[in-house]
């Protein structure tokens, strides 16, 4: 069986392109690896969603994923390992079978970067975190660390403050990136220590957990957590044969978010572009897919 249209990633971007492809009546296709709504389950509060003055992340991805389910969009849960072109035909690679189509919808997002530390990737889920939401609770009452200086840094560090005792905020330049009103708030709040012009420079453990962090190589700190928004990786290397990546990994796309490969479309956080919110997400999603509608009608 082949489909009018694979999308990979069912996270808010993928999900507003299958909406419209369903809608128009294509044969569609979605591929998730983990859980639908993607980065939306990680987020606390939203109030910058048209529509919701304020909603949580996990209850906006539960609401598309109601859409999924009311429209009837067939959906699997794989992981994409790779896609092969030939001739026109496009094969999509997973762990459980491979699937066949003309079009692809590349939906897959970006993952949070390491500090490339020593016992950094052991460390993680044993004190070192990228999700306030999903381990925040873990620290309740303790003292803990938050690394970064733009808005999720920020946004998380005034998450755990309201659970932990306190928070210490490293950033390694002398002003942070993040918004002014997210500023003024982390400058407010009284349980949050801000630690400019600072690096981590050693993380160490005991009994095979976090124990204490230094920072700029002569400071110590004892803390339980640390939670590190330090930029992103995008989720592309399973199209790097494809060679439609920069050299940051991000997928480039044309003004319909079409790759050079024809019929290979990218959209959200796993592209090139000057804003990743929410709603710039679910527009990429469905330009893309009305693109696809577009040429499949007239053919
Ligand atoms: C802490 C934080 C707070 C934020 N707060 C806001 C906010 O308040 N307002 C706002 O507008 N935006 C906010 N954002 C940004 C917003 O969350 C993202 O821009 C948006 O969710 C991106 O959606 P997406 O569909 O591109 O990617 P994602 O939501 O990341 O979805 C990608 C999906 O692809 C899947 N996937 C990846 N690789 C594969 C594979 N090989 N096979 C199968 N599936 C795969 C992943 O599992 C995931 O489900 C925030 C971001 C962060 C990190």
Redesign the pocket.
Known sequence: MEFDVII?????????AAIYAKNSGLHVLM???????????????????PGYAEIS?PDLSYQLFESVQKLNIPYKK????EIIVKNNVKKVI?DIETFTCKNIIL??????NRLGLENEEELVGKGIS????CDGNLYKGKEIAVVGGG??AL??ALYLANIVKKVYLIHRRDTFKAEKNLIDEIKRKENIEILLNSNVTKLIKVEDKLDKIVINNNKELNISALFT?VG?VP?S??VKNLNIVDEEGYIEVDSCYETKIKGIYA?????KKE????????N??VVASISIIKKTKNK
């Open positions: 990979i990633g069912m996270g808010i971007s993928g999900i507003s591929l998730e690896k983990d859980v639908p709504g993607g980065l939306l389950n990680r987020i606390n509060k939203i109030n910058n969603y992340g794989a992981v994409v390992k997973t939906a897959t997002g970006r993952v949070n990228t999700c306030a939401l808005n999720s946004e998380e928004y992103f989720n290397r399973f959209v959200g956080d796993s592209i804003i990743y919110q929410l709603i710039t997400a679910a990429d999603g």
